[in-house]
């Protein structure tokens, strides 16, 4: 009963430096999504994908890239990691059909140094 | 563009106290409307939601009610529980079974409550 799996939960990295945060969702679902929460600010929309093989960009995309090459992952990447990328990042996934609500995982907390 | 926005925080309240989170919403269709709490360390989960004006989604003592004339999606809750403390989300998506069925987020409160 795994739902959203985040790895890693925590990271520090240097400024420059570049990294990939990974999404596992074991409920066949066709959307995903990554956020990211800084205080005050709620949670942003940084990519989402309507299904594998397709993405595309939400409020926050800059200095970030993705990838849905298997229905049951979502990649997020960071080429060059920035201070202003310290976050806490969430993914979450859908299924389209009906009123279903979006379901996350429990966050990976980034520091760029 | 759409936008939901929440009263100030943080919100400290002693245990069986009356809770109101205020939220209202803007946006150019027919959103459905969503509460969702967040406990420390976690992600987010839904609590409740609505999906259309009137309607009254309620999950563990929560109620809140889809009020299309003022906007408004207020939280409630006639007696709150240490356990209750955490961050609460209110968010709208335009197109609830659309394509691209993104939520829209207000900025979140805290709510503490005391023993």
């Known amino acids: 009963n795994a739902g959203v799996t985040q790895t890693p939960k925590f990271r520090v990295l240097k400024t420059g430096q570049s990294m990939t945060l990974l999404c596992a969702q074991d409920?066949?679902?066709?959307?995903m999504y990554w956020y990211r929460q800084d205080p005050g600010m709620g949670l942003r929309l940084i990519h989402y994908?309507?299904?594998?093989?397709?993405?595309a960009k939400g409020e926050v995309p800059d200095g970030y890239n993705v990838s849905r090459l298997k229905k049951q992952n979502f990649l997020l990447g960071l080429e060059s990691a920035a201070p202003s990328q310290t976050s806490v990042y969430f993914c979450?996934?859908?299924?389209?059909?009906?009123?279903?609500?979006?379901?996350f995982g429990d966050g990976t907390r980034l520091s760029i140094l | 563009g759409d936008s939901v926005t929440q009263m100030e925080g943080p919100v400290t309240l002693s245990e069986e106290a009356f809770l109101t989170i205020n939220c209202t919403y803007t946006?150019?269709?027919?959103?459905?409307l969503f509460w969702y709490v967040q406990y420390p360390g976690e992600g987010l989960q839904l609590l409740l939601k609505?999906?259309?004006?009137?309607d009254k989604g309620s999950n563990k003592g929560f109620e809140a009610t889809y009020r299309k004339e003022t906007t408004s999606f207020h939280l409630e809750k006639g007696s709150v529980q240490v356990s209750d403390s955490a961050v609460y989300f209110c968010?709208?998506?335009?197109?609830?079974?659309?394509?691209?069925?993104?939520?829209?987020f207000g900025k979140g409160i805290t709510l503490s409550v005391r023993p």
């Open positions: 979450a996934s859908r299924d389209p059909r009906g009123s279903q609500p979006q379901h």
């Open positions: 409920m066949n679902h066709e959307y």
């Open positions: 994908s309507v299904g594998e093989g397709t993405t």
């Open positions: 946006a150019t269709g027919y959103p459905s």
């Open positions: 609505a999906t259309k004006a009137d």
């Open positions: 968010a709208l998506s335009e197109s609830y079974t659309g394509a691209n069925s993104k939520l829209t």
